[in-house]
């Protein structure tokens, strides 16, 4: 399965719940280890074009990595879907950077691990900056809400064409699994249900387009 969401929004915490509970294998994101990122936050204009090859070389080496083993473990939760990069190049690159970046990135061939759903979590713009303030991690303390409103609206651009697997949108700013066991162990019983293709009758439905309304005000979580 793959747990999806802005910077800020829970789904690392999600994925390290998920591999403590059920022993899952958890593949997460290179972000810390890219050396362009904090320079990206700042200029992105100037660092938006490495900060985005280091993510997709990094990306796909580890997917490739993910799909050689992937039979020797009966469960793997990765805290980003490999389409994002695509998505995270459009939004920061344009002329002749995002055309060298497609053409990079057409020379990848190997199909990466398709999840079985993807859970997008998802969160009120000024819960997340808060979140984002608390956590303190220095680079991230400049990003603005424009950034993150852009990001969300993306993102749901991409669910709206998505056709691989089911989308499934959990709002983490109404349910909180970090301090609360009873709300956690409610999003865990949640992702069982579709693991083994029985949902919770309050488990959110595949996303579908016309659903964004009321997972916004936090009806179906």
Not at 60 to 73: D, E, G, K, N, V
Not at 76 to 95: R, S
Not at 120 to 136: C, N, P, Q, V, W
Not at 153 to 171: M, S
């Amino acid at each position: 399965m793959v747990i999806e969401g802005l910077i800020g929004v829970g789904k690392t915490t999600l994925c390290r719940i998920i591999e403590r509970e059920w022993d899952a294998r958890l593949v997460l994101e290179p972000a810390d280890d890219n050396p362009f990122l904090a320079r990206f936050y700042a200029d992105p204009e100037r660092f938006a074009f490495p900060a985005q090859m280091f993510y997709l070389a990094n990306r796909y080496a580890q997917q490739l990595q993910a799909r050689q083993t992937s039979l020797f473990h009966p469960l793997t939760v990765c805290d980003y879907l490999m389409a994002k990069d695509g998505l995270f190049a459009e939004m920061t690159l344009d002329g002749q950077e995002l055309a060298l970046y497609r053409r990079f990135a057409s020379l990848l061939d190997e199909t990466p691990l398709r999840p079985d759903f993807v859970v997008f979590l998802d969160a009120d713009t000024e819960i997340i900056r808060s979140r984002i303030a608390r956590r303190g991690i220095p680079a991230e303390q400049i990003i603005p809400a424009a950034y993150l409103d852009d990001l969300r609206a993306r993102y749901y651009r991409l669910w709206d064409q998505w056709t691989p697997c089911p989308v499934h949108v959990v709002r983490t700013d109404v349910i909180d699994y970090v301090d609360d066991n009873d709300a956690r162990a409610r999003v865990l019983a949640m992702i069982e249900g579709w693991l083994e293709g029985r949902p919770t009758a309050d488990a959110p439905p595949p996303y579908n387009g016309a659903q964004q309304v009321g997972l916004f005000s936090g009806a179906a979580t």
